[in-house]
């Protein structure tokens, strides 16, 4: 039998497995998505079933065994409180789950976006601050798949950018200058406060537009379920 491992966590998705037992992915810190097979995880034991507290947005330590890819989870510890998520932060953070879901491999060191991924639930918790708190997230997502973009260049001249430019973003490469206004291109103001990450810029519909075009080649067409409940729930609300 294969030694332990002990590794802190995050639930991504539960699932039911066979009659009594689940199947979850976790993200971690060390070793990206996490399968693990959880038996008889609502069986009652001191502390709560494995089922109770394996709950999501709730920071943890689990222990698991297992030589192949789907692991058997051992144990789990709760190591921090639960963030209360309601309403849009609910769906927001459901989006960020499918999305680490879509990117993240196994075996996969991400040290800094766990990281992240803790501190975007607890903007969340902030109603005003729901969508810069998820643009600044797919851009933490975007560095940590490899991206390699200067945001505050010309990335065809490779002058910096100048505010009373206008420019249109190329997929792949960055900012392009432009001669006139249309119907994708920023002003060079837009496009200096994206490259810094203002909030002004990065809580708008363009930078929503500009960060699913530089996620699109690592999660593909697919539309995100958890989006298509958002947007029914706001549209029953």
């Known amino acids: 039998m294969s030694q332990s491992q002990q590794q802190p966590a995050y639930v991504l998705r539960k699932r039911a497995y066979r009659e009594t037992s689940e199947l979850v992915d976790l993200m971690t810190p060390n ?18 079933s494995y089922t109770q507290r394996l709950q999501l947005f709730q920071p943890l330590v689990v222990r698991f065994q297992g030589r192949s890819e789907l692991k058997t ?30 990117v993240l491999q196994p075996t996969d060191l991400c040290l800094e976006l766990f990281a992240a991924y803790g501190e975007l639930l607890r903007q969340l918790a902030q109603p005003e601050m729901l969508r810069l708190a998820l643009r600044r997230f797919e851009w933490q997502v975007v560095c940590h798949l490899g991206a390699d973009l200067d945001l505050s ?19 792949g490469r960055g900012w392009r200058g432009v001669g006139a206004e249309g119907r994708e291109s920023v002003s060079g103001d837009w496009a200096l406060a994206f490259s810094n990450q ?40």
């Open 153 to 171: 260049i010309d990335a065809i001249s490779g002058r910096p950018l100048e505010a009373t430019q206008r420019y249109e973003f190329i997929p």
């Open 31 to 48: 070793l990206g998505k996490l399968s693990c097979v959880v038996n008889g995880a609502k069986r009652k034991r001191s502390g709560g």
């Open 73 to 102: 989870l051992i144990d789990v510890e709760d190591v921090g409180p639960l963030t209360p998520l309601v309403g849009e932060a609910f769906f927001g953070a459901c989006y960020a789950n499918e999305l680490l879901l879509r």
């Open 198 to 237: 203002e909030p002004n810029a990065w809580e708008s519909p363009q930078a929503r537009q500009i960060l699913a075009l530089l996620l699109l080649p690592y999660v593909g067409e697919a539309p995100f379920k958890s989006r298509d409940f958002w947007v029914q729930s706001a549209s029953k609300g």
